[in-house]
C-alpha cells in the first residue's frame, strides 16, 4: 500500500490547503487561485474524497451548543484489555477523542462536557469501565490553537 504522500502532488496539496482553511470554498475560486480549470479541481477533490485523503465535515463550535468544559483524561489500562477498554470509551458520547500513548498511561481521552458536574459524572462513568486502574483528569483552561491545517 503507497503512502498517501505517494498519492498526492503539488496540485492536491494546494487544494487541499484551500480546503482546510474554508471547506466551502468553490471549485471554481480554487482553480481562480491555483490557475486551473475548475474541472481539475472538481476531478482532484473528487479523487481525493474517493481515496480518503481527505473528510468533509462541519466543525461545530462547541461553545454555542453549550459545551463550555473540556478535559484530557489519561487512562492506566491493564495491557490486555486495552481494546476492550477502548471499544467502552467509545460508547460515551462525550468522549471526542482517543488514542493510546507512550509512558505511564496507555490511552488518552478528549472530553467536551457542558459543566463540571457533567465532567464529574463522565469521570465516575469512566471508573466503572473493567480494567482501568487509575485516570488522571487534566483540565483544559484557554485554547490557542485548533486547526484542521497539515500541509
Do not use: C, W
Amino acid at each position: 500500500m503507497s503512502d498517501s504522500q505517494d498519492l498526492i502532488d503539488d496540485l492536491d496539496k494546494q487544494i487541499i490547503k484551500f480546503l482546510s482553511k474554508n471547506g466551502r470554498m468553490s471549485f471554481s475560486e480554487i482553480a481562480n487561485y491555483l490557475d486551473v480549470t475548475e474541472k481539475t479541481v472538481r476531478t482532484r477533490y473528487n479523487k481525493l474524497v474517493e481515496e480518503d485523503i481527505i473528510d468533509v465535515v462541519g466543525v461545530v463550535n462547541p461553545i454555542t451548543l453549550g459545551i463550555k468544559v473540556g478535559a484530557i483524561i489519561q487512562l492506566k489500562v491493564v495491557p490486555q484489555q486495552i481494546d476492550a477498554v477502548i471499544s467502552a470509551l467509545k460508547q460515551l458520547r462525550v468522549i471526542r477523542y482517543i488514542t493510546t500513548t507512550t509512558g505511564e498511561y496507555q490511552l488518552l481521552a478528549q472530553v467536551n462536557v457542558r459543566d463540571y458536574e457533567e465532567l464529574s459524572e463522565t469521570v465516575k462513568e469512566i471508573h466503572q469501565i473493567p480494567n482501568i486502574s487509575s485516570t488522571n483528569v487534566i483540565m483544559q483552561m484557554d485554547v490557542y490553537k485548533n486547526t484542521f491545517e497539515f500541509l
